[in-house]
């Protein structure tokens, strides 16, 4: 069954020196509890893309079709942002709490929910914290919790480990893996990094330097569930190496144009 | 190594001051003998501050914090005494607290007015003349007079101030409209628009007009200070709220009013303190009640004491009314430690 169906998709912005085109006739289908990973240089609309199908920004051109599961309350998506964007203002339980919040479930049970996920992200211990209170890793927990204890039909990540240290977001990684073999939902995940998009994905998609174009598309038939220690299999390494293959020029390309960009 | 040093420290502040003393030149270089005294105290206490075990050194700086005042006072005392300074115009701490004991205890018959009001009074009087007899000592403290015109003032500006400040931080057309007109009238000092309020208020010389001008110079630095709070929260905030299904009414509890909060805070402690200026320099000019009364009062007479009494109580005022504000932040944003 085909869970979100994204068709033409393009997004041109305005902005001082003309039109600047960050999606360029993007399509993308996504079946019912597939992990897709979304991979490509800076500046090349994958972030765009995401907010589209968030709905948090509107397509130039194009459709969105989310399906939902017969006679389900759930809510569509819940994004997890690169920056966390927990509330400073609200205890780790009560943003986890949030989404069930809005939706007008009563305290007792979405504080209850919120504790089970506080549980399998290992951070119960902390539910009356304030996030200035947590280091960047626990802060992202929170954020995925946040957008798991929702239960929404459809998860999408945006660079969700991007700006956390190398070994908290191995830490990371494992639990991701290790939460999502639960309930397997589907998930569109963007990240710059291929070892990333191999270890956790389904499928790996390239996309072009600016403007964003589907470039390549990768199965990962790698067994799941998966463990970190997979990385340093010699079936990893080749995957990465063949990815990277794809992905190198529009690297290189986009950051040329950064460099042009400096010199104008 | 610290101990000698302490110890030549110490020597060159008493030689110092006995050989000052000595050649008699105090009378005409204090200000210069005072001032490398306290760089001779500086540098003494950082180096004990060198030998304080770490878990004594908050206690250590708490320390230091309340002797100042205690040293500055001390020596203002001495300084008074000694005959450097006029004791008519400066007087001496001592003479200072007295006045102020002097001006709590009695009533003025005069102006029907005390300092504090008497509270002490209060059973007997609740006993014989009742409720209203209560009330009057109450109407006849300078304090209660101040805090009040501040408090209903502050109340009286702030509130409408906070929701201006909102509505100009979300609407931007509003937002274009009043902006500049805000900014040109935040700038005019408040209590130039005292003589307009007396126009205004049917009693020129009443409460009205007093309280207007703390309401209105409270209200622009609040308004002011909410909008860049509103303004000030980070969009992907605004964009989880709509990621997780908030309606209007809930982003704006949930993330406006939290997200602005502190910034909103910021401009209440400005509009406090303003407000605590213009109401002392109200009373100046016109009021027969209230603490700047007292000051302004005591100085035409010149009875200096007094008027030194009355500036210390305005200074508790300030910090108390800080205090309270403080307190009142803490409880609405935890999260902030």
Known sequence: MIKIKAQNISKIYDSANGKITALDDFSLEVEDGEFVCLVGPSGCGKSTFLRILAGLEPATSGSINIARSPNSTKPVNNVVFQEYAIFPWKTVINNVAFGLEMRGIGKKQRQEIAMSWLEKVALSKFANYYPSQLSGGMKQRVSIARALANDPEVLLMDEPLGALDAQTRTVLQAELLRIWEKDRKTVVYITHSIEEAILLGDRVIIMTAQPGRLKETFEIDLARPREIELTATAEFAKLSGIIWQALKDEVKQAYDAQMMDKVD | ?337
């Open chain 2, 1 to 337: 190594m610290t101990k000698t040093r302490l110890l030549i420290i110490f020597i060159i502040f008493i030689a110092l001051n006995i050989f000052i003393s000595l050649l008699n030149l105090w009378q005409s270089i204090w200000w210069l003998i005072l001032f490398v005294d306290f760089v001779l105290v500086v540098a003494f206490a950082e180096q004990v501050a060198t030998i304080i075990p770490l878990k004594y050194q908050k206690l250590y700086q708490r320390a230091l914090a309340i002797s100042f005042p205690i040293f500055v006072l001390i020596t203002w005392e001495l300084i008074v005494n000694a005959g450097i300074l006029n004791p008519r115009w400066f007087p001496p701490p001592t003479k200072i607290a007295a006045a102020l004991w002097d001006l709590t205890i009695n009533y003025d018959r005069f102006n029907k007015t005390s300092l504090f009001g008497r509270p002490w009074l209060a059973p007997s009087v609740l006993q014989s003349d009742g409720w209203p007899a209560v009330w009057s000592l109450f109407t006849e403290s300078h304090v209660l007079t101040t805090l009040w015109r501040v408090f209903f003032g502050f109340i009286i500006g702030a509130i409408p101030g906070i929701l201006l400040g909102i509505i100009m931080g979300l609407n931007k057309t509003i937002r274009m409209m009043l902006d500049a007109t805000m900014s040109a009238v935040y700038v005019l000092p408040k209590i130039a628009i005292f003589p307009i309020m007396m126009l205004i208020f049917p009693n020129p010389f009443g409460e009205g007009p007093k309280i207007a001008v703390v309401a209105i110079s409270a209200f622009f630095l609040v308004a002011i200070s909410t909008m860049a709070g509103v303004r000030d929260i980070d969009p992907v905030f605004l964009q989880v709220a709509k990621n997780f299904g908030a309606n209007r009414r809930q982003t704006f509890w949930h993330v406006i009013v939290p997200g602005a909060l502190p910034i909103i805070f910021s401009g209440l402690r400005l509009a406090l303190g303003t407000a605590l200026i213009v109401i002392v320099a109200i009373e100046f000019i016109r009021a027969q009640i209230g603490v700047g009364y007292v000051v302004f009062y005591h100085w035409q007479i010149l009875a200096t004491d007094k008027m030194y009494a009355g500036l210390f109580v305005v200074m508790v005022l300030g910090i108390l009314l800080t205090f309270i504000l403080q307190a009142i932040e803490r409880w609405l944003m935890p999260w902030r430690k």
